[in-house]
């Protein structure tokens, strides 16, 4: 179980440090890298889960709840064990001992055997993220599953090089009259306790698996808490993870699952005093009062944010507009990298393809949307379904809030009769209207913000972002001196930029061991998805020394 992998961490380590395109897990959800019959194994091993108690074992159990409904329409119908939160922390901190006492390097390679057969079961878990996210299906396949995974072993990766940065045992000699002074000193690395990954609806997996990779290759048991909606991903995630762990020969508690139906628990077991370290991906409100009132653990959160887009001029008209529509069209604008808030100088912009006045930007996005989305059946395969009935209601309100550029619309989607489908809607509003704009309104709804000039976008970038966070901002210009004018407005901000996208690369998609998700920088986020800071806080050096 352990040699087999690591080539591959030591692959990872090498990327991590060199920050350039390397990935484990192919993307590719075709035969030809996954093998005939992986994706109809994986539909079947899905549907299998469907109307049926889950099965796993684990401490703590009471009684079986679960109430997820997929946004395509269906009730899913599985149920989960209920925990008793006492029990399944009591496990967790008994397991924790012979875990701590492995050391790193086992706790790594481990860790990896976990990713690589949570890789074995991608089309299994795409199923799973498709019909509690919304997702559609190859999204749902490469943002749940490979991409999940790549981030997973980035931070295995971080956490392994943290933990032997330096010797773990050494020699000591200082010179002295006489014979010298000798110690023999070692180092443990001790994890801080249980931590306890706080999962969101919208991708359960991909935001997930970095803090509970991070807490176990560091040493501290984690107990997953799924978002209600979205609880079947993590629970393949943690049966894999526990069997694993036994077969290794660890206690399988180092990994648990805490479900609810309703909403409490999260707090509970986050204000638990055994609980040392909480991440959480979700809304700002709750975001907050974590940071304020888990005061006992390490909190990590990533919350909402107003992501910005500053255009100055382009040298690729079409591609600009292309890039955009995309961008803004993904999963429906359901994530927390999604464009909002488009600048534009209301004099408008230079392009290849002569002037253009702001009215002109603004329908020219609205048309590429449309252009992207024309046809139904494609359509969907882009947008997905809408994720809640909260991003529906802020939808339907959009019109309300400026002069419509672009309706949203619904859409029929043709496998699935009860899916709720919208397209994107673009709303103008005013430089004055910081009320709007200034906060996030999450689902496929964007503003475009007439400005007096591109200073004044980029003076808005930083004041919004500074006051309300992002975790994505671009800019396109022709001018060498706007983009680095640019680059230092985010770097005030604290936030991350991407200049003239025009091909196959979008703002609102990261690359793991390259691209940096977060900052840590600005209130969208407290740390960064994921660099050594990430891993750094979970586990503490402890040294014992003994004359030679």
């Not at 469907?50 to 009730?75: C, N, V, Y």
């Not at 949307?369 to 379904?385: F, I, K, N, P, S």
């Not at 909260?390 to 019109?399: S, T």
């Amino acid at each position: 179980m352990f040699e087999q992998h690591r080539e591959t961490l030591e692959k990872a380590l090498s990327a991590i440090a060199g920050r350039g395109y390397w990935s484990a897990y192919p993307e590719s959800p075709s035969p030809r890298v996954y093998g005939e019959g992986a994706a109809e194994r994986g539909k079947e091993a899905f549907e299998a889960h469907l109307g049926k108690p889950f099965p796993l074992d684990q401490p703590g159990t009471g009684s079986w709840i679960g109430a997820e409904r997929s946004p395509f329409g269906i009730d899913l119908g599985v149920t989960y064990p209920q925990p008793q939160v006492d029990e399944l922390i009591a496990a967790a901190e008994a397991a924790l001992p012979a875990w701590r006492d492995a050391g790193p390097e086992t706790r790594a390679l481990t860790s990896v055997e976990i990713v690589n057969r949570i890789n074995r079961r991608s089309f299994e878990l795409a199923g799973a993220v498709q019909h509690t996210t919304g997702q559609a299906f190859v999204m749902a396949f490469q943002a749940g599953g490979p991409h999940a995974q790549d981030r997973a072993l980035e931070a295995i990766a971080y956490g392994y090089a943290a933990m032997t940065s330096s010797a773990a045992q050494a020699r000591w000699e200082k010179p002295a009259k006489g014979e010298a002074l000798v110690m023999d000193k070692r180092f443990t690395v001790v994890p801080r306790g249980v931590a306890l990954v706080i999962g969101c609806n919208t991708f359960p997996t991909w935001n997930a698996y970095p803090g509970l990779f991070a807490s176990l290759v560091t040493g501290n048991p984690v107990i997953v808490k799924p978002h209600p909606r979205a609880v079947l991903p993590l629970a393949i995630t943690v049966q894999i993870a526990r069997e694993v762990l036994a077969e290794a020969g660890f206690d399988p508690a180092l990994v648990s699952l805490a479900v609810e139906e309703g909403r409490g628990l999260a707090k509970t077991l986050a204000t638990h005093p055994a609980v040392r370290i909480v991440d959480f991906t979700g809304s700002t409100e709750f975001g907050d009062w974590l940071e304020k009132n888990a005061t006992q653990a390490l909190v990590h959160t990533e919350k909402a944010g107003v992501n910005t887009i500053v255009i100055d001029s382009t040298d690729s008209w079409r591609g600009m507009l292309g890039n955009l529509a995309f961008s803004l069209s993904l999963y429906s604008g359901q994530m927390c990298t999604a464009p909002q808030n488009i600048l534009v100088p209301a004099a408008g912009i230079d392009t290849d393809e002569g002037y253009k006045n702001f009215d002109e930007v603004a329908e020219g996005i609205a048309a590429a949307v449309g252009r992207l989305l024309g046809d139904d059946a494609r359509a969907v395969e882009l947008t997905g379904a809408i994720v809640n009935p909260d991003v529906l209601a802020r939808v339907e309100a959009a019109p309300t809030l400026g002069d419509v550029v672009l309706e949203s619309r619904a859409i029929k989607h043709p496998a699935f009769p009860g899916a709720v489908v919208r397209t994107p809607v673009i709303v103008r509003v005013d430089t004055a209207d910081q009320e709007v704009y200034g906060h996030e309104h999450f689902g496929p709804i964007s503003f475009v913000i007439p400005t007096g000039s591109t200073e004044e976008s980029l003076d808005v970038l930083r004041r919004t972002i500074k006051a309300r966070g992002a975790l994505t901002a671009s800019a396109y210009s022709t001018s060498a001196d706007v983009l680095d004018q640019a680059e230092r407005a985010a770097i005030d901000a604290g936030v991350n930029l991407s200049c003239n996208l025009t091909g196959g690369v979008f703002v609102n998609q990261s690359a793991a061991f390259s691209d940096y998700h977060g900052s840590g920088a600005n209130p969208a986020a407290t740390a960064s998805l994921t660099d050594p800071g990430y891993v750094a806080g979970r586990f503490h050096l402890v040294q014992s020394r003994r004359p030679a």
